[in-house]
């Protein structure tokens, strides 16, 4: 199953009545706004790579300013003759099915469904997302690697939807290893890649990652001295939940089956999120097939024991266990040399139970907002290549601190 959080949506009343006489269409819209030359040359540039947006009906386009788009320059001139296929993902990434008013975004995250449905960028069922929350009063367009985008201007109708303009180019999530590399997650990373799990997670769809820190594995170095492969692979396997894409916003207090077969129990207490009884301390970092949540402990298959929010530090869940002096799993992985702002979603916005449970290629109720479009997730992984090399040129990439 997936669970999803849509934007509410429009009414077709109020879409009809503004697509009244003498709206402008996309392409004159762009072309007249003095902020979007730069997206105007651009469309004008790469026709092929443009498609039918031109003429996109029911959609929402973040179109970034010109002073966003200064820094893709440098991106497109280094594509390796994949160019179009780069804007294009780019465009479409940008693009939500559904018509979004900047009214409709609250300081709840949610997750809208964009246009990106390439297999070379995504393996999420129904497009891959954005995260889309208010900040104060600014609304927030959240991508990979948790760059935020605000938006500068909105509400601009056209013949075929809105545009807001944002202050920066979105970024596409990664996949598995390139995110985990970029989080710093190298305790995490160094145990895939020792258990021959790089591959399956690299080209997985529709799934969700607790991810442990490097702090939660330091802290129970001792008891993953001796541990064999096999043991080190039904642990990881007990934080990955397969088929299903669990964002914030959707958790609430459940039992899920992992990818290894055994249960977890999320829980809800005093405005924290738990997995067992590890805290979920940095929520909702997007991958190519999926997402991620960082928690403060690793889990372990044989111990579901559940949450207690009364205790100040991190729980374990290895009876015994004592740190060690190094980050265990972390030889021959090379760490990050960029770090940024933690961006830890607040507890009110993390710990609001929705319950729209969607399964892994089965549709939505039909709104207007959900666009209504769906397409299956290949079994191919989404190259690391093509999504990072937007997002690591685009300025200001964003790096995650050590948690």
Do not use: W
Not at 167 to 177: A, K, R, T
Not at 194 to 212: C, E, H, M, R, V
Not at 322 to 343: E, M, Q, Y
């Amino acid at each position: 199953m997936q669970i999803k959080t849509i934007l509410p949506v429009v009414l077709a009343a109020a879409v009809s009545a503004q697509n009244s006489t003498g709206m402008m269409n996309l392409t004159s819209l762009i072309s007249s706004n003095s902020n979007l030359t730069g997206l105007a040359t651009l469309l004008k540039t790469y026709p092929n790579a443009v498609g039918g947006l031109a003429n996109a009906t029911n959609v929402t386009l973040f179109a970034p300013s010109n002073q966003a788009l200064q820094a893709v320059e440098s991106v497109l001139g280094s594509a390796n003759g994949n160019t179009n296929g780069l804007v294009a993902a780019l465009l479409s990434y940008h693009t939500l099915e559904g018509i979004y008013y900047a009214s409709n975004i609250s300081s709840t995250p949610q997750f809208p469904h964009t246009m990106l449905n390439n297999t070379m960028y995504s393996n999420v069922t129904g497009g891959q997302v954005v995260e889309c929350r208010l900040e104060g009063s600014t609304a927030e367009i959240i991508s990979g690697l948790k760059s935020i985008a605000n938006v500068t201007q909105a509400n601009l109708n056209f013949t075929g939807g809105v545009v807001h303009v944002i202050d920066s180019v979105l970024q596409i999530p990664g996949n598995f290893s390139s995110v985990a590399q970029n989080a710093n997650l190298t305790a995490l990373l160094g145990a895939v890649n020792a258990t021959n799990l790089t591959s399956t997670l690299d080209g997985a769809s529709d799934i969700t990652i607790f991810a442990p820190s490097n702090d939660a594995f330091q802290n129970i170095a001792s008891a993953l001295g001796n541990i064999t492969a096999t043991q080190a692979a039904a642990v990881l396997e007990y934080h990955v939940i397969n088929g299903t894409i669990a964002y914030s916003s959707s958790l609430a207090n459940t039992t899920i089956k992992t990818l290894g077969g055994a249960n977890l129990t999320i829980t809800i207490e005093n405005g924290t999120v738990f997995v067992n009884s590890a805290r979920v301390v940095n929520p909702d970092i997007l991958m190519a097939g999926g997402v991620m949540h960082i928690i403060d402990s690793v889990l372990n298959p044989n111990n579901n024991a559940t949450a207690n929010a009364t205790e100040s530090g991190a729980a374990t869940a290895y009876s015994g266990a004592s740190s060690g002096t190094a980050v265990p799993f972390t030889s021959g992985v090379p760490t990050p040399t960029t770090t940024i702002v933690d961006l830890v979603t607040s507890t009110s916005q993390v710990a609001i139970s929705y319950t729209s449970v969607i399964a892994a290629g089965g549709s939505a109720a039909s709104t207007a907002g959900a666009g209504g479009k769906s397409s299956s997730s290949s079994a191919g992984a989404a190259m690391q290549t093509g999504a990072m090399g937007a997002a690591a040129l685009f300025g200001g990439a964003a790096f995650f601190a050590n948690v």
